[in-house]
Nanobody, 122 residues
Framework: QVQLVESGGGLVQPGGSLRLSCAAS????????IGWFRQAPGKEREGVSC????????YYADSVKGRFTISRDNAKNTVYLQMNSLKPEDTAVYYC???????????????WGQGTQVTVSS
């Protein structure tokens, strides 16, 4: 059974950090591009970052560039999203997803995790 499970979300103060994990079971993550997406209440799901399968090229939304870092540990079959200098506007449910193409377009990803809540508030 193909499954992605996110973890690491929580409540953090502005300026703080969190590291999200996306663990895969039932398939090997390094064969796929992995994207991180987020959805805030009342808003559409948007791409945050992605990492390609073959050469590990990374992409970031302008809103998180310089603050977030995506990485993968193939030995652990896990992709991470390190989030620093968090802002209240980063509050959302964060999802990871697997696809064939390294984009930040929701429709390009077919397998999704259940999401993890990130809340940035004082």
């Amino acid at each position: 059974q193909v499954q992605l499970v996110e973890s690491g979300g929580g409540l953090v103060q502005p300026g703080g950090s969190l590291r999200l994990s996306c663990a895969a079971s039932g398939f090997t993550l390094d064969y796929y591009a992995i994207g991180w997406f987020r959805q805030a209440p009342g808003k559409e799901r948007e791409g945050v970052s992605c990492i390609s399968s073959s050469d590990g090229i990374t992409y970031y939304a302008d809103s998180v560039k310089g603050r977030f870092t995506i990485s993968r540990d193939n030995a652990k079959n896990t992709v991470y999203l390190q989030m620093n200098s968090l802002k209240p506007e980063d509050t959302a449910v964060y999802y990871c997803a697997a696809g064939w193409v390294a984009t930040m377009t929701v429709a390009d990803f077919g397998s999704w995790g259940q999401g993890t809540q990130v809340t940035v508030s004082s």
